[in-house]
């Protein structure tokens, strides 16, 4: 099984702010992670695949990096929709989720 | 426009059977594997299993082989997701989504979530 860590699992943060989310992977999955956001009472919704390609509607101000193991979403300038729940996902063996990352107002 | 639409929420009781269905549209069905994925209350999202609507190929997590059955119509294009004896542990939303076709892929697309309730 691949295993996939996020840090932090909280962040606090204010409009405007630029954010960062780390993904780690327990294993070499190239570039085969995508991030998903998901907010209350919704289902997820897919914002960046294969690393860092951006779904198309999704905003620009989201963009994504990394390969092999390590891996970040930023956020350029949060906005107020932005505030959700944030997870990675590999898609090389199957497909892992990471634990999520909650982005809250500070 | 592509949708997968879940059937509804469910509340059974420890022991009992149950089968819900996820309806794709807007979009070849057979084309795109169809995944569930388990949310439990508060937590993170599983991936639970996978299947091709067009040969009924399956893929399990090794955590849920033998727990669950993951089924598809793809007359109807509807995939379904099984259960023969639930238990209390059971209890969470399930959601099916749709795989991008190609050799690595990501879910594009999400069913709206099913709400199992299981208590006595």
């Known amino acids: 099984d691949i295993q996939m860590t996020q840090s932090p699992s909280t962040l606090s943060a204010s409009v405007g702010d630029r954010v960062t989310i780390t993904c780690r992977a327990s294993?070499?999955?190239?570039?085969?992670l995508a991030w998903y956001q998901q907010k209350p009472g919704k289902a997820p919704k897919l914002l960046i695949y294969?690393?860092?390609t951006l779904e198309s509607g999704v905003p620009s101000r989201f963009s994504g990096s990394g390969s092999g193991t390590e891996f970040t979403l930023t956020i350029s300038s949060l906005q107020p929709g932005d505030f959700a729940t944030y997870y990675c996902?590999?898609?090389?063996?199957?497909?892992?989720f990471g634990q999520g990352t909650k982005v809250e107002i500070k | 426009e592509v949708q997968l639409v879940q059937s509804g929420a469910e509340v059974k009781k420890p022991g009992e059977s149950l089968k819900i269905s996820c309806k794709g549209s807007?979009?070849?069905?057979?084309?795109?594997?169809i995944a569930w994925v388990r949310q439990m209350p508060g937590k993170g999202l599983e991936w639970m299993g996978i299947?091709?609507?067009?040969?009924?190929?399956?893929r399990y997590s090794p955590s849920f082989q033998g727990q669950v059955t993951i089924s598809a119509d793809k007359s109807i294009s509807t995939a379904y997701l099984q259960w023969s004896s639930l238990k209390a542990s059971d209890s969470a939303l399930y959601y099916c989504?749709?795989?991008?076709?190609?050799?690595?892929?990501?879910?594009?697309?999400w069913g709206q979530g099913t709400l199992v309730t299981v208590s006595s």
């Open positions: 294969d690393a860092s």
């Open positions: 294993r070499d999955i190239s570039s085969w």
């Open positions: 807007g979009y070849s069905f057979s084309s795109h594997w």
């Open positions: 299947i091709n609507p067009d040969d009924s190929d399956i």
């Open positions: 996902q590999q898609y090389n063996v199957y497909w892992t």
């Open positions: 989504a749709r795989r991008r076709s190609g050799t690595y892929d990501p879910f594009d697309y």
